[in-house]
């Protein structure tokens, strides 16, 4: 069983910064592909990157391309995504889960965090 835990959640203004980073609890994290997933207030549940399993190869949705960018250390079992040029629409819960495989559309994930929150005030 992998536990995940996200941090680095917070208020921030729009046009600012934040990393979230994904703490993996056991060394099996390296043969999972990771993703971060977003809720806002009454919206659905959406993707919004993932990364190989090495690190070479990511996703992103398209709404935060070129903003967004997600990377792992498999030596800290550890996964980030660093979010710049905030916005308000940005506001949401961000949750790390680990998959089989990494794809844009894949959704039958292994293990989920329970998420961090990030509020973009304008």
């Known amino acids: 069983q992998v536990q995940l835990v996200e941090s680095g959640g917070g208020l921030v203004q729009a046009g600012g910064s934040l990393r979230l980073s994904c703490a993996a609890s056991?060394?099996?994290?390296?043969?999972?592909?990771m993703y971060w997933f977003r809720q806002a207030p009454g919206k659905e549940h959406e993707f919004v990157a993932t990364?190989?399993?090495?690190?070479?190869?990511?996703f992103y949705a398209d709404s935060v391309k070129g903003r967004f960018t997600g990377s792992r250390d498999n030596a800290k079992n550890t996964v980030y995504l660093q979010m710049n040029s905030l916005k308000s629409e940005n506001t949401a819960v961000y949750y790390c889960?680990?998959?089989?495989?990494?794809?844009?559309?894949?959704?039958?994930?292994?293990?989920w965090g329970k998420g961090t929150l990030v509020t973009v005030s304008s």
């Open positions: 889960a680990a998959g089989k495989i990494v794809a844009p559309g894949y959704k039958n994930m292994d293990y």
């Open positions: 056991e060394g099996t994290f390296s043969s999972y592909a």
């Open positions: 990364i190989s399993r090495g690190g070479g190869t990511t």
